[in-house]
């Protein structure tokens, strides 16, 4: 007798740039998914070794290695190798630097842009440092345009972003960019991630990003006015 | 024998400054309501020669004089005298000449501003005129240091502003400005068109007003997804 057995190899390797309180989410998340994930930094040992949390419910990243063995760390240019997606999950003003330390990207990389274009250098609440003209997903794309930037995820609190569920109700998620393979690819992670198909709204082209990323003052104002980001925006009608 | 009878005069003469969708709507809904209404224009003869709708739902403003007798119009300047309240409902670019040509305010009088900083210069979707530091109300706000801004409306569809609960859930209307008395007067003013207490949320002074016109991107957007703007947003918790 012959036992047929198959077997789903679901785990992927995915590339997790950013080692901030965004970056460290999706990355547990992912390993509790089963992916293989590689976290990537600018510099590894100077990121091993602080020490201090980063204010905005990251931890020290050696402690989230620790508690998550399969975890590992590299640099950008390291991490990309072999990834069958790249997540950019750096601060908005450290993408494009990144995506450069990362070096030569194959053709038809597909990358979920999860920044936002926050000016903090007059203090809090941020501005933009992108005009209404463009967005940072745009001006990604254009500067490497045999890539497939996706973006989703940018309009939320981190927990939220894998965890939609923990919500009366879980809201919107946006997402848009220029190629639909690339967007399936991401709406299916966006689902293993625990939000429903009637939840995630295709905003069509990466011009897209502009609103999505532009919505973020509200977004800070509401939060400032709760005190917690706990919420979601959802479309009524 | 002395009857006593208390008669509540609610009506309050209100300027509403724009001929196009949002200050016809706005106008109507007040005429409706009881109060006296005058529409604000650059030059009346003008507004009441045109013959044709704007495309945005608005109809030739001499058809609504037509169908609402006790509806008036008048120039800025002669609009904005003995108004208890004005409502700046002309497209954004004309903001700040309308109230120019309106001429001296009197010290407090309460402007509730539903404009946003559309530029459309490029075609659609339109981009905003001002930059991510400041809001279209705050540089009113900032040029009349004497009267009091409100910044509410400029989220939605111009027929949800005046009859939010033709929607299955009203959804949230921000409002902000420097004035709490101000607000206050709004406040009873979006009561008397339909929002519930708890679906209006104040967002508190007028920097509030940056994230609400910085939204309209994210709507506009949405709103060529759907095809149709009958939809509002709403904070899920």
Known sequence: MTL???INLPYKTIAV????SV????AKKLVHLGHTVVIGTRNVSESLAKTESDGMGGQPISNLIEANPTLKIATFAEDKLGADLIIL?????AALSALELAGELPAGQIVLDITNPLDFSNGFPPSLFTPSTTSLSEQIQAKYPHIHIVKSLNT????????PTQLKESGVNFICGNDNEAKNHIKTLLKSFGWEESSIMDLGDLVGARG????LPLWIRVFQSRGNGNFNWKIVD
Chains 1, 2 share one sequence.
């Open 4 to 6: 047929n057995i198959t």
């Open 156 to 163: 939320m609190a981190n927990n939220l972003m894998v965890n």
């Open 212 to 215: 999505m990323e532009m919505s």
């Open 23 to 26: 970056g460290q989410t999706i």
């Open 17 to 20: 740039f950013g080692t901030g």
């Open 89 to 93: 999950a750096v601060s908005g003003k």
